[in-house]
């Protein structure tokens, strides 16, 4: 700390020593202001002329002198030099000038002032900078009677805050080019403060919480700047600011340019994603009620950035998981305020997410419910912890996990997520500690009430616990009057210590009894669990006294009802409840009224998780029962599934996906309780309606482990393999989870299964089934680069259905049959199958098969250079996938759309990196590494035509590690061209070489002649580029004929992409060459050319 500091930002104040030094007289405080801010030589009478303009000279000399010495008198008389004619400013001194600092911190990162993202040395000084500039120089003081002093103050204020001006604007800039938005914002903010008319500033927040994912904060950012513009100029914003606003609307807006010094890894995750949802907390039907200071205490710790995992503890029933989510909700509004919000608290960029583990039944099962919450697709069962770290550890989110007391085993992941991802908070809501070094401990008890007539210190309706009581009273009888019934009300409110759920419960029963009697019964509950059980903590106590209490005041078909309604999972609708547990509607609404069951917004009903677990007790107490209910419970829900099964394959299929997905907790159930026991026939009839939910909604994961675990029970329980569809089941079940293999890109065990699959339909002489396992087989040989195989495989698959005269087969083979030949090069037949497939989905009426054959016809006119049609037919495969909710194909759509606006070229390159980024971004989330490796080649082709190599490098090396891992040789050639293109066009041509070879080498052996074709040209391409480096004239010209006659193949060679073909003539036209260097070579076969040339390279 320096002895004397003057701080002139804000209003002005001097410190000596760090106390406060009062100068109360202000031209003195002007005066040392003046001289310490110039720090130049004055002389006296300017000194006084410009200070007491208004007196002669000989008085106003006068006056400087008597000021100079209060000043001395003040501060001491060492840090003014004064002569009989000079003032100035002491240089040796000790002095700290908060001015000074900061634009000493400005010079020191000019230098650097032209690059974004800034180095973080410079980072760090500037925002140094902004710390200081607390408010303009010298805000609210003022000279009335020396108009000198108020210019020299005003041009000081504005210079300076010109220069703040700037330093924000570099920060601002700095860290959105870096992806940290939340710190972009919040200095766009400061901006916006300081000059709210300037209507860039308003185009930079509104870009900035776009990119974000904070739209809606977006618009009214437009609305704000639009009432301001209003107010001052009486006009609309500018032109710019209106179509930005349309732009953020519509979800056009273009991503920003990250900085070349932002990894990739990165990069994918700021710019890849498509917008993503910033919650998924569910709607609340009642206000929340009482916590306030419990809600502050718990805001106040998530705001801590040392909280990072934060447990809120607390018996059943006492209202954590309301609580947590009214914090989160707080929180997620707090985050899209508008400018000028400075106590928003954290900003979680990636959004706010509720995890429910009520229905997780082991600790390992964790990751895949965090997944499922955040729409992360896993993709291996091996590697799903990790693939869970991966995809948060760049993320920044408040992460709820509700329920975790049945789940404490897993509380290392806990752990790991925590140490994992730097930007992820936890709020956990459990009975018990997770017993973590990193734990922030909440306890939560009831809500408030007094705990005796004397401590009642306000009115009893604004105690929580009463709020509550009150509030469920009047909704169980409309003339309850709390003033009438405080006594019992407040009784009520100390017997069960203020317990939302049982508060809840207690009032419901206003209907049928009164306060008093209700309050009698609870208290005779309690002395009889006091006395029973206690080892059960003393607020439980209360919990299961009102569970029972109520329980027995139950008639008795009310409690057989609601111990069987303990049987669902996630919810049931009334049809469910009347077929398995035989509730009338009456008694479901009897139920409803009080308050045990809860009618949700979509027709469904549910159970307090407590009330189902107290249930469940009772109704586990009559084993024969139990069996009873849950049998039926897995007919009716087998049946449910099995009765979907020809709705999944028409124009029906969408609603029968969103039928199935709210009901599918309840089918995994009855799909279990089935098996164990050994209803084979039942279970059999479920696995292609199930397969076909578990494909179409990209959940490969939970479909092969669901798959994985029944052919483990098959083979581990001898008595199940005597019954006659046993063998039946176990190759359905080994083809479905050789798909859901092929899906997660695990080709091996794909063939393994479809392989066994196979033998067993040819043993059990079923040709349908021994169709589809042929088209598994033949599609992975595909992806593998085994032409001969996938032919013979998916031809046999063909006789086969036609044979059979199964429509729905044939349309399925046709179309792989179409993608083989597009793949090899057969670009003609490739048409003509995808156009029969086409025919024959559309008399199906099958939109999901529809949309595929749209897909691979889109690829067809793309590979042959009709870029319009290819842009129809992706356009309507998109709108198909996107009306079932097909994610896979609605990522292929964007690829393909994207693939067209590559080939467009031009402006057209920004849409295509948009739109294959977020294909890219899809394929990353549900796991399909096939179409990772897919996406990262085709972002490094519009990279390496937008001129950034180094990033093209980057995503191709990337999609060849991938592409190698899952042994398809058809991405590896796409990411090795690629590859080749960003190393010549950074002039390095001895790995541009080396890329060549290894694709022309793999080309050639598997035969891909489209790749071989892409290589030859870019071996051309290569060789020109060279010429220009070859000193001697006679090899320059051998090395630009051989170029030539390179490209002039690919250019008059068919199975090559169009774009190719044109870039090839492109060339041609354009290099002058004397005439024999331009001969073709006529009828050379493109393998024995490729082979000449991997010699030369």
């Not at 009047?474 to 009520?492: G, N, P, T």
């Not at 085709?938 to 995503?955: E, K, P, S």
């Not at 390179?1046 to 003539?1065: E, F, K, N, Q």
Request: glycine share 6%; charged share 20%; aromatic share 8%.
């Amino acid at each position: 700390m320096a002895q004397l500091e003057l701080y002139v930002f804000g209003p002005p104040r001097l410190t000596r020593a760090g106390h406060l030094c009062e100068i109360s007289l202000k031209k003195a405080l002007a005066l040392f202001i003046y001289l310490a801010v110039t720090r130049q030589q004055h002389s006296r009478d300017s000194l006084a002329t410009l200070f007491w303009p208004e007196n002669n000279q000989r008085e106003a000399r006068a006056n400087l002198r008597r000021t100079l010495y209060r000043i001395n008198e003040i501060i001491g008389d060492e840090w003014l030099i004064a002569s009989a004619e000079t003032i100035s400013f002491a240089t040796q001194v000790d002095f700290w000038l908060d001015s000074e600092v900061f634009q000493r911190h400005l010079a020191d990162t000019l230098p650097h002032s032209n690059r974004a993202p800034l180095p973080p040395d410079c980072l760090a000084k500037l925002a140094m900078a902004v710390q200081l500039y607390t408010d303009d120089f010298l805000a609210g003081f003022t000279l009335p009677d020396c108009p000198a002093f108020d210019d020299w103050q005003y041009y000081q204020r504005e210079d300076l805050r010109r220069s703040f001006t700037s330093v924000l604007e570099q920060l601002v800039q700095s860290y959105q080019a870096a992806g940290e938005y939340d710190q972009a914002i919040g200095y766009a903010r400061r901006w916006l403060v300081l000059d709210p008319l300037y209507e860039p500033v308003h185009r930079h927040l509104m870009q900035l919480y776009a990119w974000s994912g904070q739209y809606s904060a977006a618009l009214r950012q437009y609305a704000e700047c639009e009432r301001i513009m209003a107010e001052e100029f009486d006009a609309p914003p500018e032109e710019e600011t209106r179509a930005l606003m349309e732009a953020i609307r519509s979800k056009q807006l273009a991503p920003p340019v990250v900085a070349a010094s932002v990894t990739v890894a990165r990069q994918s995750v700021l710019l890849s994603a498509p917008p993503p949802r910033r919650h998924n907390l569910p709607a609340q039907t009642t206000p929340f009620v009482g916590r306030e200071q419990e809600l502050v205490d718990l805001l106040n710790r998530l705001h801590n950035p040392a909280c990072r995992l934060l447990t809120l503890a607390g018996p059943g029933g006492v209202g954590k998981t309301r609580l947590a989510l009214q914090a989160a909700q707080l929180i997620l509004d707090a985050s899209a305020d508008p400018p000028g919000a400075s106590d928003a608290g954290p900003v979680f960029i990636d959004g706010v997410f509720f995890v429910s583990l009520v229905a997780t039944r082991t600790p390992a099962d964790i990751p895949t419910a965090v997944a499922a919450a955040l729409e992360i697709n896993l993709y291996s069962d091996a590697t799903a912890k990790e693939q869970l770290l991966a995809s948060l550890r760049e993320r920044s989110l408040l992460l709820i996990l509700d329920n975790f007391d049945h789940m404490l085993d897993g509380a290392e992941l806990v752990a790991e997520l925590v140490a994992t991802a730097p930007n992820l908070k936890l709020l956990v809501t459990s009975r018990e500690a997770l017993n973590l070094a990193e734990e922030w401990f909440h306890p939560i008890i009831g809500l408030s009430y007094p705990a005796s007539d004397e401590a009642v210190t306000r009115p009893l309706a604004e105690y929580g616990a009463v709020q509550l009581f009150e509030q469920c009273a009047h909704r169980a009888r409309i003339d309850f009057s709390l003033a009438a019934e405080e006594i019992h009300a407040l009784r009520i409110c100390r017997l069960v210590d203020g317990l939302p759920l049982a508060l809840e419960l207690a009032a419901a029963w206003l209907k049928t009894l009164s306060a008093a009697t209700i309050a009698d019964e609870i208290e005779r509950g309690i002395d009889l669990l006091i006395t029973q059980q206690r080892n059960v903590p003393e607020r439980h106590r209360n919990m299961r006294a009102v569970l029972e209490q109520t329980w027995k005041m139950l008639p008795a078909k009310e409690q057989d009802v609601l111990m069987r309604l303990s049987i669902f999972r996630g919810g049931f609708r009334q049809e469910a409840a009347a077929q398995v547990t035989g509730a009338s509607l009456l008694t479901l609404a009897t139920l409803i009224e009080k308050s045990l069951v809860r009618a949700t917004a979509n027709g469904r009903y549910q159970l307090h998780e407590l009330l189902r677990q107290f249930a469940g007790e009772q109704l586990a107490a009559r084993p024969a029962e139990e069996e009873t209910t849950r049998a039926k419970h897995s007919r009716f829900y087998l049946q449910l599934l099995a009765g979907y099964e020809t709705q999944l394959y028409n124009k029906h299929q969408q609603q029968a996906l969103a039928d199935l997905g709210a009901e599918i907790d309840n089918i995994q159930a009855a799909w279990e309780w089935a098996l164990n026991a050994g209803q084979l026939e039942a279970v059999e009839q479920a696995v292609e309606p199930l397969y076909h939910f578990y494909w179409t909604r990209s959940r490969g994961l939970e479909g092969a482990a669901l798959f994985s675990q029944a052919l483990a029970h098959l083979q581990e329980a001898p008595q199940l393999r005597q019954h006659p569809r046993h063998e039946h089941l176990l190759r359905h079940l080994l083809i479905q989870r050789g798909v859901f293999h092929f899906f997660l890109g695990d080709y091996e065990a794909c063939e393994h299964d479809s392989a066994s699959a196979l033998l067993l339909s040819r043993k059990l002489g079923q040709q349908t089934e021994v169709a589809e396992a042929l088209i598994i087989l033949g599609i992975t040989a595909a992806w593998r680069g085994q032409r001969t195989a996938a032919q013979e495989h998916l031809e046999e698959s063909r006789a086969i259905f036609e044979q059979t005269g199964n429509i729905h087969g044939l349309a399925d083979v046709i179309h792989h049959l179409a993608m083989l030949h597009l793949q090899f090069g057969d670009f003609a037949q490739g048409h003509r199958l995808a156009s029969e497939s086409l025919m024959l989905c559309r008399d199906l009426e099958r939109p999901d098969w529809t949309a595929w054959a749209h897909d691979a016809l889109g690829w067809h006119a793309f590979l042959t250079g009709d870029y319009e049609a290819a842009q129809a037919h992706y356009e309507r495969s998109l709108t198909l996938f996107e009306h079932i909710g097909h994610e896979r194909g609605v990522a292929l759509g964007w690829g393909g759309l994207g693939m067209v606006a590559w080939a467009k070229g031009g402006e057209a390159l920004v849409r295509a990196r948009t739109l294959t980024e977020q294909s890219l971004a899809t394929f990353r989330r549900i796991g399909y590494r096939l179409h990772i490796a897919s996406r990262l080649s085709m972002i490094a082709l519009i990279f390496n035509d937008l001129g950034d190599y180094q990033a093209a490098h980057a995503y191709a090396q990337e999609g060849l590690s991938v592409a190698s891992e899952t042994g398809s040789p058809v991405f590896m050639a796409y990411n090795l061209f690629c590859l080749a293109e960003s190393a010549y066009r950074r002039s390095d041509y001895v790995t541009a070489r080396r890329h060549l070879r290894e694709l022309l080498i793999l080309a050639r052996q598997v035969n891909l002649l489209p790749s071989l074709a892409i290589a030859l040209y870019h071996a051309g391409v290569l060789l020109l580029v060279e010429c220009d480096q070859e000193p001697e004239q006679a090899s320059r010209r051998r090395q630009q004929m051989l170029a030539i006659q390179l490209l002039g193949s690919v250019a008059a060679y068919p199975a090559c992409w169009h774009i190719y073909r044109t870039r090839a003539r492109r060339l041609l036209e354009q290099v002058p060459v004397e005439e024999e260097a331009g001969e073709k070579v006529p009828g050379r076969d493109l393998r024995t050319i490729a082979e000449e040339v991997i010699g030369l390279l």
